[in-house]
Nanobody, 123 residues
Framework: QVQLVESGGGLVQRGGSLKLSCAAS????????MGWFRQAPGEEREFVAA????????YYGDSVKGRFTISRDNSKNTVYLQMNSLKPEDTAVYYC????????????????WGQGTQVTVSS
């Protein structure tokens, strides 16, 4: 069991940057694959990024490759999403998620979810 709380969302202009944080409470944070998803109004929840348990392996959705970076600090029970070169198309609610698997990309492979944080990118 793990509880997740996202923070760091807000309003940013096109081309700007934001860094999201997800703080976890509960035992065994380092045993979870951590991921970020996003969901825009009227759209399906979309995979953004995932990190293996040690942080040594990272994976990204095609739409964010080269712009976003996922990282984690297991000593702080926190996972981050650094977002650069933001586009209006990145506007969405961003969710942190945890998986008990070895590697995970799909929504149903993540077992725990945060409440989400809004990211809005203006033109």
């Amino acid at each position: 069991q793990v509880q997740l709380v996202e923070s760091g969302g807000g309003l940013v202009q096109r081309g700007g940057s934001l860094k999201l944080s997800c703080a976890a409470s509960g035992r065994s944070f380092s045993s979870y694959v951590m991921g970020w998803f996003r969901q825009a109004p009227g759209e399906e929840r979309e995979f953004v990024a995932a990190s293996t348990r040690s942080g040594s392996g990272t994976y990204y959705g095609d739409s964010v490759k080269g712009r976003f970076t996922i990282s984690r600090d297991n000593s702080k029970n926190t996972v981050y999403l650094q977002m650069n070169s933001l586009k209006p198309e990145d506007t969405a609610v961003y969710y942190c998620a945890a998986s008990r698997g070895v590697v995970a990309f799909r929504r149903d492979e993540f077992h725990y979810w945060g409440q989400g944080t809004q990211v809005t990118v203006s033109s």
